[in-house]
Nanobody
Framework: EVQLVESGGGSVQAGGSLRLSCTAS????????MGWFRQAPGKEREGVAS????????YSADSMKGRFAISQDNAENTMYLQIDRLEPADTAHYYC?????????????????????WGQGTEVTVSS
């Protein structure tokens, strides 16, 4: 059963923008921590941003602040990642992930091993 589906990736030139989407089943989206992660070739998966689906409390990795913005549309069970001023170093496979977190005010982590449901990801390629 498909639980998380990412979309919105593509090939763009440096300086451009993309908005990635992650749509989840209603069950998977309720009272959950949702996170965006990325993995570049030859590198480990790194956390980009996270939020709690009930409170909307969001966090971004320090290195991602400024160009990356996480948001959600609860009615659509969809989380977004807006990426502006794209750089070649942003080239990676971007994943969304989730785990059930009843505490709406919990700080949703940015470590991949905390999440137990993953989408297939969407590819982002940035050319200079």
């Amino acid at each position: 059963e498909v639980q998380l589906v990412e979309s919105g990736g593509g090939s763009v030139q440096a300086g451009g923008s993309l908005r990635l989407s992650c749509t989840a089943s209603r069950y998977r989206y309720t009272s959950s921590c949702m996170g965006w992660f990325r993995q570049a070739p030859g590198k480990e998966r790194e956390g980009v941003a996270s939020l709690h689906t009930t409170s909307g409390r969001a966090y971004s990795a320090d290195s991602m602040k400024g160009r990356f913005a996480i948001s959600q549309d609860n009615a659509e069970n969809t989380m977004y990642l807006q990426i502006d001023r794209l750089e070649p170093a942003d080239t990676a496979h971007y994943y969304c992930a989730s785990f059930r977190e009843p505490d709406r005010w919990a700080r949703c982590p940015l470590s991949a091993n905390e999440y137990n449901y993953w989408g297939q990801g969407t590819e982002v390629t940035v050319s200079s």
